[in-house]
T-cell receptor, first 110, second 113 residues
Framework: QQPVQSPQAVILREGEDAVINCSSS?????VHWYRQKHGEAPVFLMI?????EQKGHEKISASFNEKKQQSSLYLTASQLSYSGTYFC???????????FGQGTRLTINP | NAGVTQTPKFQVLKTGQSMTLQCAQD?????MSWYRQDPGMGLRLIHY???????DQGEVPNGYNVSRSTTEDFPLRLLSAAPSQTSVYFC????????????FGPGTRLTVT
């Protein structure tokens, strides 16, 4: 039941934009996005709820397509500090557990 | 607020040994969970709890036991350690799984030889 993320890895130059996708085969209640720096714990970015409520963080935004059970994370004008591994997590409708995808490794070069 | 604390930070076990990874939170969170992280595998859910006295299995529960006798504590027990359990273990907590931020502990790096 793990969501599927794509791409697995992205390499950008500073200032470029990136999109990370997350998809599920089940009807979703919510989608979570986290970023993890090497050797550290994951840090919360935002939650998207069924029904369209969204919370944002800095220049990072996200969308949630309930019909397709897909979410996309948008990073605009990327900064060096955006480097890390991004995880989407999903809670299926009627369930209580949060399950994460395999992660997308983002590298920002100067 | 200490947040989510995990002990120990590092541990080396021999195959067949048992041990308990400790997790505690001081935020009065009902939902707590354990994940393991292996290279290329993401964060895989081991067990979770929606409140004291209530636990359930995640995606990879075999070889692990949990209990939740208090709201604050959620220990993870390895019954008979195997090299396949070498991993980084994260504990997380929140008010609920669906619509609240998860707070992660700093992690425990476990090596089984």
């Amino acid at each position: 039941q793990q969501p599927v993320q794509s791409p697995q890895a992205v390499i950008l130059r500073e200032g470029e934009d990136a999109v990370i996708n997350c998809s599920s085969s089940k009807a979703l209640y919510s989608v979570h996005w986290y970023r993890q720096k090497h050797g550290e714990a994951p840090v919360f970015l935002m939650i998207l709820l069924k029904g369209g409520e969204q919370k944002g963080h800095e220049k990072i935004s996200a969308s949630f397509n309930e019909k397709k059970q897909q979410s996309s994370l948008y990073l605009t004008a990327s900064q060096l500090s955006y480097s890390g591994t991004y995880f989407c997590g999903t809670v299926i409708q009627g369930a209580q557990k949060l399950v994460f995808g395999q992660g997308t490794r983002l590298t920002i070069n100067p | 607020n200490a947040g989510v604390t995990q002990t120990p930070k590092f541990q080396v076990l021999k195959t067949g040994q048992s041990m308990t990874l400790q997790c505690a939170q001081d935020m009065n969170h009902e939902y707590m969970s354990w994940y393991r992280q292996d290279p290329g595998m993401g964060l895989r859910l081991i067990h979770y709890s929606v409140g004291a006295g209530i636990t359930d299995q995640g995606e990879v529960p075999n070889g692990y036991n949990v209990s939740r006798s208090t709201t604050e504590d959620f220990p993870l027990r390895l019954l008979s350690a195997a090299p396949s359990q070498t991993s980084v273990y994260f504990c997380a907590s929140s008010y609920s799984s669906g619509n609240y931020e998860q707070y992660f502990g700093p992690g425990t790096r476990l090596t089984v030889t």
